[in-house]
Structure formats: structure tokens, C-alpha cells
């Protein structure tokens, strides 16, 4: 009965494996791009929505984030010469024939990011009602356009170190981070007006707020400056922070800016999840939808995942968890998930977690907690309770060799998280 039990243990690891890996495969980035734009003659089909190219005497592409590259280079293969130019502003990357690429840093911003960021700007300031300006927002955007109101590159990394250690969601982090920038929370298409903007939107965030996405660089926005400063009062984060001035910045509340602006969801963690799920029925398990739009203390939601699910079947979420540091360990909310799950997997359970960009806040996408982890940490004596007190769960899997690692997908659409079940 044991080895019936261990064979089975690990045909559940390797069917969630082989899940995760459809998923992932059902977010490529050009795919979604092909299934969005569609171009019959002069006539670009985005979303349902019709664009007579004759009426545009320039085309031009600006891509942020990390879904930036790839999109921008399926938009090159569809359009071709049409293409006047453009900026692509991702962490990675490649030559490409109409348009520039330029590589940034994430998670934090720097002056290589301050610096691509200024000549988008001054493309923007270019543009007049005959451009026709498609733009690729994507996760990961937030950090890369970065031109700060009034501050230093160096106090906006202070700022957001300090919202994402205490545990601030994304929507309280993007918030904030509208109201010192000159670029962000519809800034972007003040500073493009009068053109024509497409905003191709990739959604990273929890519940698909288009305006949280990059920090919604053209979409005028809801948040106002008294709502960044109660999120900033919230985390004491002037105190937190020691920066004598940070004034803010309110965002463009005119209509007039976002008339010609017309943006469309192209992919989200759905389209990830309902792949999975089918995979996982083809694999003879019962299936369940959590949630996609999953939040909450990433150790936590580990814990309460490891015992959802019922004999024999398969359970999926997608969201953004949290992380409120409380050591100086390495680790991401993927690692620290799982981690936190780890204890509670009762032997015949398996939770795992996994960035869909594959960068948890380390080279590695996220990792798996099951019995078979569990085995490696009792014989290499790592305790995960010591590990997760010091948020040191990067640390902890490569320790037990469970890591998830993918790459750089140029996917991103937030996190993706299995709990499951044996079939005995």
C-alpha cells in the first residue's frame, strides 16, 4: 500500500506540472497579439473595434512592460513597413526592424528606466491627430515608465520597497505610485493628445482593473491625491521612508485626453486558468475554480489552499498575493505560498504556485510543496517554520531542489496556483 501511495504522490506531482506547463502555454503573448489584432487591407481590427489605417499619415508602437517585446514583435509581423517606429521599454531585450528595444530593471525602478522613459515622453510630445499610436501596457510597467514628480529615482525605490514589505496590494502600491509620476495614471495619453491611442492592455492585476495595470498609463483614472495619501498615511510612509518632500501629482480627470483612446483587455489569468482545467479533466480529475482574482498574506492563502482540495481533485486560482517581510531573507510570494503551505499538505496534497512572467522576485517562477518536498527537507534537516520566519524561501527550495523555473516567458498575467489531490 505505501508504494501504491508514493506512485501515486508522484504521478499527482507530475500531472500538475504537466497542468501548469498548458497554462503557461496558452498565455504566449504573440498568440494573444494574433487573436486581438487583425489586419484586412487598410483596415486593423483590435478587439471588435475597426481602424482605417488610410486616415493615420504615421503608425507608431510604445510598449511597456514585460509582455512588451513579444507583443511589439507579433505587431512588426502583422504590420510590417506600416510601422513608422516606436519604443519597447521590457527587461529584456532584441533587434528589431521598425521598432526600438530597450531593456530596464524590475522590480525596482533606475535612471536606465528614467532615461527610456524620457524619450518616450518626448516621442509623445510629437504627436498630433493624424498618429495613430498602439500601446502595449503590460505587468511589470509600473516600475519601467518612471519619470518621478518631484522626487529621485533612488526615493521612488525607497517608496515602493516600503508599500511591498508591509505588505501593501497592488492597487495601494499603484496608487500611490500615480501620484509621484508625470507619466502614469493616464499621463501617457494627456501627453499623446491629440493622437489616436490603442492600448493593447495585458492584465497582471486581480480582477482585471485596467486601470491598476502599469498604473494605467491610458486610462484616465478614479484615484485621486487624497487617495494616495490615505494609502501613504495608512503604512506611515513618510515616517517609514525619511523623504523630507514628496509632493503629489494629481492625474488628468478631463475627458477631453482620453477620447481618441480607445483600450482593450487582451489576455488575463482566465484564459490560463480554463487551459488548465481542461488538462486537468483530460487527466481524469474533478476541477474547481477558486477564484482568478485570489489576494491575501501569500503564506496564508498557502495554508488555506493545502486544505481545500477533496480526494481526486484539482483546484486553481490565479491572483496577486502578499508578502509582509518580517526577515532578510530572498524570496518571492510564489516560494513564500508554497512554503507556507508546505506544513499542511497532510501527506496526500500538493499546492504550488507559479509567476506566469517566470520571475518570482528571483530567477525562478515559484516552487511546489508536497510530500516529496517535505521528504527532501526532513533528510537535508531544513526546517520550513525557521526559512519562512525570515522570508528566506528562495533559500529554502533550492535547499530542497522543488524550485519551479520556466525562464522569461513575456507572459504576464499575475500568479498561477494549483492545490490538488491523489485519486486513491
Not at 68 to 90: F, P, V
Request: aromatic share 4%; with cysteine; hydrophobic share 40%.
Amino acid at each position: 500500500m505505501q508504494k501504491h501511495v508514493k506512485t501515486k504522490l508522484n504521478a499527482l506531482r507530475r500531472d500538475a506540472l504537466a497542468v501548469l506547463k498548458v497554462g503557461l502555454r496558452a498565455i504566449k503573448t504573440p498568440e494573444a497579439v494574433r487573436l486581438t489584432c487583425r489586419l484586412h487591407g487598410d483596415t486593423l481590427m483590435v478587439g471588435g473595434k475597426r481602424f482605417d489605417l488610410k486616415k493615420y499619415n504615421r503608425l507608431f508602437v510604445i510598449g511597456i512592460g514585460k509582455a512588451s517585446l513579444e507583443a511589439g514583435n507579433a505587431l512588426e509581423k502583422l504590420l510590417g513597413d506600416r510601422i513608422t517606429g516606436g519604443i519597447l521599454l521590457d527587461v529584456k531585450k532584441a533587434k528589431l526592424r521598425r521598432i526600438k528595444s530597450v531593456a530596464g530593471t524590475h522590480p525596482f525602478p533606475s535612471i536606465a528606466n528614467m532615461k527610456a522613459t524620457g524619450e518616450i515622453m518626448a516621442l509623445l510630445k510629437q504627436f498630433d491627430s493624424r498618429d495613430l499610436v498602439i500601446t502595449i501596457v503590460s505587468g511589470g510597467g509600473s516600475t519601467l515608465l518612471c519619470w518621478p514628480f518631484e522626487l529621485k529615482c533612488d526615493d521612488l525605490t525607497v517608496v515602493t520597497k516600503t508599500l511591498m514589505s508591509k505588505g501593501a496590494t497592488i492597487q495601494e502600491v499603484n496608487v500611490v505610485r500615480k501620484h509621484l509620476s508625470e507619466i502614469l495614471g493616464g499621463q501617457f495619453a494627456r501627453l499623446a493628445y491629440p493622437a489616436t491611442i490603442i492600448g493593447l492592455i495585458f492584465s497582471d492585476v486581480p480582477g482585471d482593473d485596467i486601470g491598476v495595470v502599469a498604473s494605467g498609463p491610458t486610462v484616465m483614472d478614479i484615484t485621486t491625491v487624497e487617495d494616495a495619501k490615505q494609502v501613504m498615511e495608512r503604512y506611515d510612509l513618510l515616517k517609514a521612508c525619511r523623504i523630507p518632500n514628496c509632493n503629489l501629482r494629481e492625474t488628468p480627470k478631463d475627458e477631453l485626453f482620453f477620447r481618441s483612446v480607445t483600450n482593450v483587455l487582451v489576455i488575463n489569468n482566465g484564459v490560463a486558468i480554463d487551459a488548465m482545467v481542461r488538462e486537468a479533466k483530460k487527466r481524469g480529475y474533478r476541477t474547481r475554480v477558486l477564484s482568478t482574482a485570489l489576494t491575501g498574506e501569500a503564506r496564508e492563502v498557502g495554508q488555506m489552499l493545502a486544505n481545500i482540495p477533496r480526494r481526486g481533485e484539482m483546484v486553481f486560482a490565479g491572483g496577486e498575493t502578499t508578502v509582509t517581510l518580517r526577515g532578510n531573507g530572498k524570496g518571492g510570494r510564489n516560494q513564500e505560498l508554497a512554503l507556507g503551505a508546505l506544513p499542511y499538505v497532510n501527506g496526500d496534497a500538493l499546492v504550488l504556485s507559479c509567476a506566469s512572467d517566470g520571475v518570482d522576485n528571483t530567477p525562478v517562477a515559484g516552487a511546489i510543496a508536497d510530500k516529496t518536498t517535505l521528504r527532501h527537507a526532513t533528510r537535508l534537516k531544513l526546517d520550513p517554520e525557521t526559512f519562512l520566519s525570515r522570508n528566506d524561501s528562495f533559500a529554502f527550495f533550492k535547499g530542497s531542489g522543488d524550485h519551479i523555473v520556466t525562464g522569461v516567458t513575456g507572459a504576464n498575467v499575475a500568479d498561477l496556483m494549483i492545490a490538488a489531490r491523489i485519486k486513491i
